[in-house]
Nanobody
Framework: QVQLVESGGGLVQAGDSLRLSCVVS????????MGWFRQALGKEREYVTS???????YPVDSVKGRFTVSRDDEKRTLYLDMNNLQPDDTAKYYC??????????????????WGQGTQVTVSS
């Protein structure tokens, strides 16, 4: 069973940076794409960004230029580097993975595996 464990969240001030990590364990796949989602209190889970097994990334417009997703397949770790954090970025951040191909990576329903999330809180 594939398991995902996020870390790196915390309380920061507006303008600060954070790096989230997501360690993957369990069976490997040659076509595994991975994504980051977030869910603020009282709101629906929303897509943030994703990276395919070939390294192509698909960030949502609101984080372009601020957030960067990357992966180290040898370390089996997904990263999310977040710069210039703003209070609107406050949310629980989830790592997700899918071995399916030909699907939209922007939709949560297409991901088969999920982590338990890490909280990011940005104060003004």
């Amino acid at each position: 069973q594939v398991q995902l464990v996020e870390s790196g969240g915390g309380l920061v001030q507006a303008g600060d940076s954070l790096r989230l990590s997501c360690v993957v364990s369990g069976p490997r796949s040659g076509t595994r794409s991975m994504g980051w989602f977030r869910q603020a209190l009282g709101k629906e889970r929303e897509y943030v960004t994703s990276i395919t097994w070939t390294g192509t990334t698909y960030p949502v417009d609101s984080v372009k230029g601020r957030f960067t997703v990357s992966r180290d397949d040898e370390k089996r770790t997904l990263y999310l580097d977040m710069n210039n954090l703003q209070p609107d970025d406050t949310a629980k951040y989830y790592c997700a993975a899918t071995d399916m191909t030909g699907i939209s990576l922007g939709q949560a329903k297409n991901y088969e595996y999920w982590g338990q999330g890490t909280q990011v809180t940005v104060s003004s």
